[in-house]
């Protein structure tokens, strides 16, 4: 059974980093998604970044050039480090599995067709 459970979230203040952890149990040897998504009280569930199998990135303009995303194989766990936090940050952060890897890079970011789920790990940056 596939797992997901995040972890590092906190309040921060404007300007400084925070790093999330994704721990994943039961991952297929190839040809899947991790993916990182957030979503703020009235808003639509956004993704931010994903990793593949393949080695890939994927990141929203939002964050890009100042979150990355990375896994650790030995730890199986999957990392969103989170520089230059904004309060528009504030969010609850998930990680989300699905497999296969989709054929365009667009559909990445997208939250209908992943899978697993973990339970979230809020984030608040204040002003």
């Known amino acids: 059974q596939l797992q997901l459970v995040e972890s590092g979230g906190g309040s921060v203040q404007d300007g400084n980093s925070l790093r999330l952890s994704c721990a994943a149990s039961?991952?297929?040897?190839?040809?899947?998604?991790v993916t990182w998504f957030r979503q703020a009280p009235g808003k639509e569930r956004e993704g931010i970044a994903s990793f593949g199998s393949d080695g890939t990135t994927t990141y929203a303009d939002s964050v890009k050039g100042r979150f990355t995303i990375s896994k650790d194989n030995a730890k199986n766990t999957v990392y969103l480090q989170m520089n230059s936090l904004k309060p528009e940050d504030t969010a609850m952060y998930y990680c989300?599995?699905?497999?296969?890897?989709?054929?365009?890079?667009?559909?990445?970011?997208?939250?209908?067709?992943?899978?697993?789920w973990g339970q979230g790990t809020q984030v608040t940056v204040a002003a």
């Open positions: 039961g991952l297929p040897a190839s040809n899947y998604l």
């Open positions: 989300a599995f699905r497999s296969p890897i989709p054929p365009f890079e667009s559909w990445r970011l997208l939250h209908n067709e992943y899978t697993y």
